[in-house]
C-alpha cells in the first residue's frame, strides 16, 4: 500500500514536472519541435499554403499568332519563358497535371474586319471555345473559374472565318494544377 501511495506520488510530480516545462521551454525548443513537424511545399508535391495559381512554377503564358490568309492553316503556341523569348516545340500539357486558363488576349497585328477563331486540342481536334474577334482594338477574356485543358493536350488556334487580312498575336495566360 505505501509503495504503491508512494508511485502515485512519483508520477504526479513527474507529470507536474512536464507541464511546466512545456510552459516555460524556451523558444528554440519550440522551433526544434516546428521543424519537427514542417511540411515542404514543392510545385511537384504543392501544399495549399496559397492559391495554386499564384506559385511561380506553376504560372503558364503561351503565345501564338494567327494570320487568316489562309483558313486551312492550324496555329500552335509556345511558352514564354521568364526571359520574354518563347521556349522549345510547341506546347503540351504536362503528363500529370491539368493547364487552366485564366485569360486569353487577341491583340491585332495587322488588317481590319473580324475573325472567328477556334481554340482546339490538337491531338483529337475537340473544341474548347470559339470567338468572332474584331481586329480594331485588343480583346482580352477573362475566365474567372478557368477553362481546363487536359494532360498530354497541345492547345491549337484555327482562324474559321471571317476577314482574310486580320492577324492576331494571341496570348493564353493560365496555371498548372495537379490532375
Known amino acids: 500500500m505505501k ?3 508512494r508511485m502515485f506520488m512519483v508520477a504526479g510530480a513527474m507529470t507536474l514536472a512536464g507541464i511546466l516545462g512545456v510552459a516555460m521551454a ?11 513537424v514542417q511540411v515542404v511545399n514543392t510545385a511537384a508535391s504543392p501544399v495549399i499554403a496559397q492559391d495554386t495559381a499564384r ?3 506553376q504560372i503558364v503564358t503561351l503565345s501564338g499568332e494567327v494570320d487568316a490568309d489562309s483558313f486551312s492553316r492550324v496555329f500552335l503556341f509556345n511558352q514564354l519563358s521568364p526571359q520574354g523569348g518563347t521556349t522549345g516545340p510547341s506546347y503540351v500539357v504536362p503528363s500529370g497535371q491539368n493547364l487552366v486558363i485564366t485569360s486569353i488576349e487577341f491583340a ?14 490538337g491531338f483529337n481536334i475537340e ?20 477553362l481546363v485543358i487536359g494532360s498530354g ?3 491549337i ?3 474559321n ?15 498548372l494544377t495537379a490532375n
Do not use: C, R
Open 3 to 5: 509503495y504503491a501511495k
Open 26 to 36: 524556451p523558444k528554440a525548443a519550440h522551433g526544434i519541435v516546428a521543424a519537427m
Open 55 to 57: 506559385q511561380a512554377a
Open 108 to 121: 491585332p497585328s495587322a488588317g481590319s474586319g473580324s475573325l472567328k477563331m477556334v481554340l482546339l486540342n
Open 127 to 146: 473544341d474548347y471555345e470559339q470567338w468572332n474577334i474584331p481586329a480594331g482594338s485588343v480583346t482580352n477574356l477573362q475566365y474567372p473559374t478557368g
Open 153 to 155: 493536350a497541345s492547345p
Open 157 to 159: 488556334i484555327v482562324p
Open 161 to 175: 472565318s471571317g476577314s482574310t487580312t486580320a492577324a492576331f498575336n494571341v496570348y493564353l495566360h493560365g496555371y
